[in-house]
């Protein structure tokens, strides 16, 4: 099991707010179709979850969402870097890994990322994720990705 690197803290200490974090980083470096059970030991009940895809209320929700998601993956790993903490509010940088049945015929692809979380009696009540949705799926669609691609360098 990994180490947390210390954290960056701009706010009054949260007590529960270093483990919960390592237990959030190790489950989502394990999560698989297979064992969405772990959800539960990070996430509270009332859980309260956003990303570019939609937005999901409550655990029961949640796990069906990351159901789908991970139906199809291959492979999911995250890097993540040193947290940013004020009052039990979290923003946690990342770099996504993953490998996908669908998406570049399973070959890697990297997605940056940060997650804003509320962390409140142990648990992750408030997670929305911040990402380039095009980064992580439309470049990779045969006739869309032309076009995102081409837009972003336009404008790039």
Known sequence: MTTCAS???????NADLPQVLDRFRCVFNQLDKGNLHKLQEVYGEDIQFQDPFGQIKGLDQLTEYMAAAYGNVIRCQ??????????GWCALPWVME????????????????ISHLEIRDGKVRYHRDYF??????????????????WVKERAG
């Open 7 to 13: 954290a960056i803290d701009v706010g009054a200490p």
């Open 78 to 87: 995250f890097r993540f870097d040193e947290p940013v903490e004020q009052n």
């Open 98 to 113: 993953l490998q996908h049945k669908r998406i570049r015929g399973g070959s890697p692809l990297y997605v940056n990322g």
């Open 132 to 149: 380039d949705a095009g980064q992580l799926l439309y470049e990779h669609l045969p006739v869309v990705g032309r076009l995102v691609r």
